[in-house]
């Protein structure tokens, strides 16, 4: 992500307050997704279902839910677009925000 530049940078480093904050927190209940609140930057916090660290973590071992293909950093991407504050738009009845898969694998390099 971080590789990436502009936004993706920048997200790249919420990502890192929030893993020095303790602020990401996994279970293995409910659906395989992720959970943000909105607007609340790096002072905020996720969950993503532990299910993203143990199978799908990278592009090699992604999983089709909810439409697309999802892996450990397009969950955290889609999520940290969340705590910026950013909703979901719909899109062919697939759930997105506007950096979700650029600033993941599947987005450009």
Not at 23 to 28: F, G, L, M, Q
Request: net charge negative; proline share 2%.
């Amino acid at each position: 992500m971080r590789t990436k530049g502009g936004i993706c940078e920048q997200k790249a480093a919420i990502v890192d307050a929030l893993l020095q904050n303790g602020a990401i927190r996994t279970s293995d209940v409910g659906t395989i997704t992720g959970w943000a609140p909105f607007d609340f930057g790096a002072e905020g916090g996720v969950y993503i279902h532990s299910v993203f660290f143990t199978d799908f973590f990278d592009a090699t071992r992604k999983v089709f839910h909810e439409g697309r293909y999802m892996t450990l950093q397009f969950v955290l991407s889609h999520e940290v677009d969340h705590l910026l504050g950013e909703l979901h738009t719909v899109v062919d009845g697939v759930k997105t925000t506007t950096h979700d898969e650029t600033c993941s694998e599947f987005g450009p390099d």
